[in-house]
């Protein structure tokens, strides 16, 4: 009897097409034999080439990654412990952590239990709903320092929520909810000095060149009124009108009142779990326990045999992608710092920009620009280490103090302009939650907003506090 002929191979589509193309060239330009290139324009090829497919979105994140990860090791680009030192990062071991909690918040029904006592007080109305799940996203920031840490256990409750509020998968209305929770948790965070990476980074990075970080509260109130409070509203203005939608007729399980069942004693296991991991979280600065590692020890609560809280084959149902994805955005930074890349091309723009004490107005939007421009080409975590250094020249060049300048990092980073830049909003398209051209089109929404509008204002308030002039 004849064996079944193997299925066809599907073909490529058009954009896997140009994204090969493109992987080719730029191989060609790193494996040529002919001519001596500078290893930073080859450092430069490699990280063109990754952005350029991440925003485009012609390969999976993960496969841009993994890309990535070749060309630097087969063209030498960087030492192995550069090129992969996005796997002993902490933005990693926080993805898995946090997808281990949310598979078991998922398991035990905890998401469903939580959403159910959450959804009477956001059924009026969409706008309530909406206004309601950003505000909540952005109260945890103040009690969970890890921006990845928040979207993980976010996303499972927002499902449950949305599927109780009556808006189906697919549906607009959906999608805002959870670009409600995402950029909810993520923007304001950067205006709280320990609720984002990009933050903490730039801290330790000020402390090392400067001699001192900025305090919690000097920090507080230099860009929370404005990129933390204000956005906000912003946000949940934009979200109401771009989504708003109606959702399905409630069901009989779904128009009941507040949920009076009790929990089980595996969501109560949980609960205890997640309890304790927000406690270790928040208290921090005390115990000196990052809280990618405080995640890890709720993880392996979970994964422990006969914990409960996880189903028997938890690992195999685990998803990995995004931990490749994180992994692949932090190397690309680390690699263009390990070359120079990003120093040169920032010194290259000092000494071309109009630099003056005598136009601070200007000179706070260069500034700004220019660490936005960084952050484009070594994502938000990178601009810290690139522009740290260079503040004292800066400083010296624009007649202000130190603290200043280093703050119009904080400006910039806040200003997302492409999901890459920032690895939590990415992490939610991998898992499927939110398709990432709604992420895109919010991202450069909030960005163009930020910068036309909410740069002059943060000028006028910092002139208010007299850290200018």
Not at 340 to 368: D, K, N, Q, V
Not at 445 to 465: E, S
């Amino acid at each position: 009897m004849l064996s079944p002929s193997p299925p066809a191979a599907p073909a490529m589509t058009p954009p896997q097409r140009l994204a090969l193309a493109a992987v080719l060239l730029t191989a060609m330009v790193l494996f040529q034999p002919f001519v001596v290139i500078d290893n930073q324009l080859r450092v430069a090829a490699a990280i063109l080439l990754s952005i350029g497919l991440w925003t485009t979105g012609w390969l999976p994140p993960w496969l841009t990654a993994i890309v990535f990860f070749t060309l630097c090791m087969a063209g030498k680009l960087a030492p192995a412990s550069t090129v992969f030192a996005g796997f002993a990062s902490s933005a990693v071991w926080l993805v898995f952590s946090g997808a281990v909690l949310g598979e078991a918040i998922r398991h035990t029904g905890l998401g469903d239990r939580l959403a159910r006592r959450l959804a009477p007080a956001l059924t009026r109305s969409y706008t309530r709903a909406v206004a309601g799940v950003t505000l909540f996203s952005a109260a945890l920031l103040f009690v969970m320092p890890s921006s990845m840490g928040r979207v993980m256990l976010l996303l499972p409750i927002l499902a449950s929520l949305a599927d109780r509020l009556g808006y189906l998968p697919g549906r607009k209305g959906r999608h805002g909810l959870f670009l409600g929770g995402l950029l909810g948790t993520y923007l304001p965070a950067t205006a709280v000095l320990p609720a984002n990476i990009p933050n903490n980074v730039l801290a330790g990075a000020m402390e090392s060149v400067l001699g001192a970080a900025p305090s919690y509260a000097t920090y507080f109130l230099l860009h929370f009124p404005i990129l933390g409070a204000l956005r906000l509203g912003i946000l949940i203005a934009l979200l109401a009108v771009l989504y708003r939608d109606t959702p399905r007729p409630a069901d009989p399980a779904t128009a009941e009142g507040p949920d009076q069942t009790p929990a089980t004693a595996l969501q109560k296991r949980l609960g205890l779990v997640l309890v304790l991991a927000v406690a270790l979280w928040s208290s921090d600065s005390w115990h000196h326990i990052p809280a990618a590692w405080t995640g890890m020890l709720a993880a392996l609560v979970c994964l422990y045999p006969g914990s409960g809280l996880l189903p028997a084959n938890a690992f195999g149902t685990l998803r990995f992608e995004a931990i490749f994805y994180v992994a692949g955005i932090v190397s690309l930074g680390a690699v263009a710092d390990h070359s120079g890349l990003g120093s040169s091309l920032a010194r290259m723009a000092i000494a071309a920009l109009p630099l003056s004490p005598e136009a601070p107005g200007l000179a706070f939007g260069l500034l700004t620009g220019l660490s936005t421009l960084v952050g484009l080409a070594v994502t938000l975590p990178g601009v810290p280490p690139v522009m740290t250094p260079l503040v004292p020249d800066l400083a010296a060049a624009v007649g202000w103090s130190p603290l200043a300048v280093a703050m119009t990092q904080v400006v910039a980073f806040s200003s997302v302009i492409l999901p890459y830049q920032a690895p939590p909003l990415v992490v939610a398209i991998q898992a499927g939650y939110v398709p990432g051209r709604d992420v895109t089109r919010l991202c450069l929404i909030t960005a163009a907003i930020t910068i036309i509008g909410l740069w002059p204002l943060t000028y006028w308030w910092w002139r208010v506090l007299g850290i200018i002039g």
